[in-house]
């Protein structure tokens, strides 16, 4: 196989360009004039808003008519850290001993050219036509605030009349090997300040001070004590983390004004985000006291239930691996959180064992087999009658 149909080359294009997040340097041009070259016509879309950096997105489509499979990615990625401590360059896109090396590789310009590719060879064995439309959502602000990225691109496709059927997201969902698992939903994300107020003072005199450091701890243990559920059948149990508990007190003599707390509820689809702020602020009620709660919700949680789609998936990596991944909704959040709104979403792509450490890379086989793991799954939605969503 040579030019698009193979990913390799145009893996290593993409992670030769510097995108750390927000900046794009080049990735998106690059990934455009291999898209235009198989006839998809390609929209830029930056994206602003006071505060926050600007971020170019791009949203491709071949094809004209109905269903619209997307698959749904980013070029964006997150800093290397020290660049000495890497063994391969990692912005070279170095080719050693079957592997391709650099940031990037795994998560996730190695899926986006896999998608291209096979694509590519779908067309190649469809006379260059599709029953009905592919497109690519790409953006360059997943790694980041996730603010001018995948949801303003939504929003824009709606205002154009623009419809997806069916979307995968191709982040790096196997834990060790290709054909571990397919996501087919995400845990919701709320994050919380805690912060409890009392009266500074001196410790000989706690009658003239209100010291917010037991209050504050009684709080912290309604959280480390609660078990908010026990799981579901496509969940993990909902669970709490205390992440920092800060006073920034450096006198022993003095009772100090503020307490702080930091935690994160990664949630399953038992709760709401709304649910979680209520319970919350009982809990603290009931200890009592002067307190503020902020809270900031980077995802509610999501399942695409097992069915068609999902069947889909699972059948194109069985045949490329002979493995059957596990249908599963662990881990982080990603931009299919905005995605499911829209269509039924899931995701898969490479092994993450690599992703945002030290020389970060993945087996070159693998991205061929990720190719034809992602033509079987065109080949199956447009044969579907239904179009498989």
Same mark, same amino acid.
């Not at 409890?196 to 309604?222: C, E, F, R, S, W």
């Given at each position: 196989m040579s030019g698009l149909e193979q990913p390799l080359d145009l893996a290593r294009s993409l992670i030769r360009c510097e995108s750390v997040t927000p900046a794009d340097g080049g990735a998106l041009d690059t990934l455009q004039a291999a898209l235009e070259s198989l006839g998809f016509s390609c929209r830029r879309l930056p994206f602003s808003e006071p505060g926050t950096d600007d971020v170019d997105n791009l949203y491709a489509r071949l094809g004209t008519s109905a269903p619209n499979f997307c698959f749904a990615g980013h070029t964006d990625v997150v800093p290397v850290g020290d660049a000495d401590a890497w063994e391969h360059t990692p912005f070279a896109a170095e080719v050693v001993d079957g592997h391709l090396y650099g940031r990037g590789a795994a998560d996730m310009k190695g899926a986006i050219a896999a998608f291209v590719a096979g694509t590519t060879r779908y067309l190649a064995t469809h006379d260059q036509k599709v029953p009905g439309s592919i497109s690519l959502l790409i953006t360059g602000d997943e790694e980041g605030p996730s603010i001018n990225g995948t949801r303003k691109v939504l929003e824009w496709m709606t205002k154009e009349g623009e419809t997806l059927d069916a979307c995968l997201v191709g982040e790096p969902t196997n834990p060790d090997a290709l054909?571990?698992?397919?996501?087919?939903? *995400? *845990?919701?994300?709320?994050?919380? *300040?805690?912060?409890?107020? %009392?009266?500074?003072?001196?410790?000989?005199? @706690?009658?003239?001070?209100?010291? @917010?450091?037991?209050?504050?701890?009684?709080?912290?243990?309604?959280?480390?004590?609660? *078990?908010?559920?026990? %799981?579901?059948?496509?969940?993990? @149990?909902?669970?709490?983390?205390?992440?920092?508990?800060?006073?920034?007190?450096?006198?022993?003599?003095v009772i100090p004004a503020q307490a702080q707390a930091m935690f994160n509820i990664r949630f399953n689809d038992l709760h709401t985000s709304s649910g979680l702020d209520t319970w919350l602020r009982a809990e603290f009620d009931a200890v009592g006291g002067d307190y503020d709660l902020a809270i900031h919700i980077t995802g509610e949680a999501f399942l695409t239930p097992p069915g068609p789609f999902s069947r889909m998936i699972v059948a194109a990596v069985e045949d490329a691996t002979g493995r059957t991944p596990e249908l599963s909704t662990t881990g982080g959040t990603s931009d299919a959180r905005f995605i499911k709104d829209y269509c039924p979403v899931a995701e898969f792509g490479l092994a993450g064992k690599t992703m945002h450490k030290v020389d970060e890379g993945v087996p070159i086989a693998d991205l061929d087999a990720l190719a034809e793991i992602y033509r079987g799954v065109l080949e199956r939605y447009f044969s579907a009658s239904d179009g498989g969503a």
């Open positions: 054909g571990d698992m397919v996501k087919i939903g *995400r *845990r919701g994300s709320l994050n919380a *300040r805690l912060t409890v107020t %009392g009266t500074q003072g001196h410790v000989a005199y @706690p009658h003239l001070a209100d010291n @917010p450091v037991p209050g504050l701890i009684a709080m912290v243990h309604k959280l480390t004590t609660a *078990r908010l559920d026990d %799981g579901t059948d496509h969940f993990q @149990p909902s669970n709490i983390e205390v992440t920092s508990i800060d006073v920034g007190n450096p006198a022993t003599n």
